[in-house]
């Protein structure tokens, strides 16, 4: 995984409103707790040095009957984000 990404967690059932800012880890993954239902949006605000940023949002859903349970999201795996700034 790649260590250091930042991530804003948004409930885009409330206007988009920010709930979490979030940084991931070593193993790439990143982990929220206490998300009320409703419907987020996952976006990388910072790649780490040396990357490019991500910008493919991920939506997703946490249902009523989820409350008492954990829910993972799989954002998949995304190759080839390494770029070269030259001026």
Do not use: W
């Not at 885009?12 to 009320?36: F, I, K």
């Not at 799989?74 to 770029?83: E, I, K, L, R």
């Amino acid at each position: 995984g790649l260590e250091g990404a930042r991530f804003e967690l948004m409930k885009t059932d409330e206007n988009n409103r920010t709930v979490a800012a979030v940084t991931s880890g070593a193993d790439g993954s990143v982990r929220c707790d206490g998300l009320a239902p409703g419907t987020y949006r996952v976006v990388e605000t910072q790649a780490p040095s040396g990357f490019l940023r991500n910008r493919i949002t991920l939506d997703f859903t946490i249902s009523d009957s989820a409350q008492t349970q954990a829910v993972m999201v799989d954002a998949g795996v995304h190759t080839g984000y390494q770029g070269l700034c030259r001026s």
